[in-house]
């Protein structure tokens, strides 16, 4: 009787660690085969021996050989379980479908500000202009004095200017000079002016500030492209030439530009430019010959050298070239807008 219980404890550890291990339905079946075959299987075998058990031990015997049986059978269910779930498992991933179309993917580029001024500069570079650069928060002396724009001038006032705060607040006292955001790139010639001595031949690219409430031609933030070249008999037929030149190379060939007297403090004369483009005059910007107070200022000597300077707006040139009617358009940060350029 104890031989008999001993086999069937060992058949129940045997058959319950194979059907544990089996990984795959292949090998499900050999197990399930070898413990559970009707044939030949070696729970039959172990039955077998039931016939040799006393006659008095054989409810104790049978009543165990059917617990050793149901557990074989559970093991073997639960086994099968477990590999059926695993495949519907990895049914259930999605496959990769190689006629599928691809997602696009959505590429960033440059802000169309960002790219006029790319290609402004290259065009003024052809033209022997190198770029400057200046800061976007000014003294008075860099954005007004040595323009000659003197105190009381109404471009100095502060509703018509971004002062800052703290400066103003410590204006006044010694050393402490006022700051503002600077509203015009011409800021950049005097800085250039006071560093280098003739000749020069820049152009600076950059923001400019001014209180303007904004509509579809205002921004309180623009951009603006300064033009500077100072050197022995520069004369207006130069800054003629070279804004014609350059109004060609960014609009196409078919461009006229004609020059209107202007007033501005730091040339004389002044003009204001226009340029004739698809069948209209567009005012593009303020030029002149750099007046000899500007000269005087960065330690020129205007009997030696003479010059031309411009400032032009730069969303205004691309908006003219794209057909843009808001300047808003520049600054909403709507990719609808800004993924056309
Ligand atoms: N700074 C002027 C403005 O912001 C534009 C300008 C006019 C610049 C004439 C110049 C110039 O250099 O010569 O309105």
Redesign the pocket.
Known sequence: MSDFLADLDELQTAAEQRFAAAASSDELEAARVEFLGQKSGRIKDVQKGLGAVPKEDKPAAGKRFNEVKQAVQQAFESAQQRIEAARDESKSEPLFDPTLPGRPVRLGRLHPITQTIEELKDIMGRLGFSVAEGPEIEDERHNFEALNIPADHPARDPLENFYLHAARAGAGKQGDAPLLLR????TV?IRVMEHTPPPVRIIALGR?YRPDTPDATHYPMFH?M???WVDRRVTMADLKSVLRLFASSYLGHDVHIRFRPSF?P??EP?VECDYHWNDRWTEF????MVDPNVLQAVGYDPEEVTGF???LGVERLCMRRHHITDIREFYRNDVRFLHQF
């Open positions: 509203s015009q790139t011409s010639q400019v603006q300064e033009g500077l501005f730091f040339t002044s910007g303020g030029a002149g300077a411009f400032g």
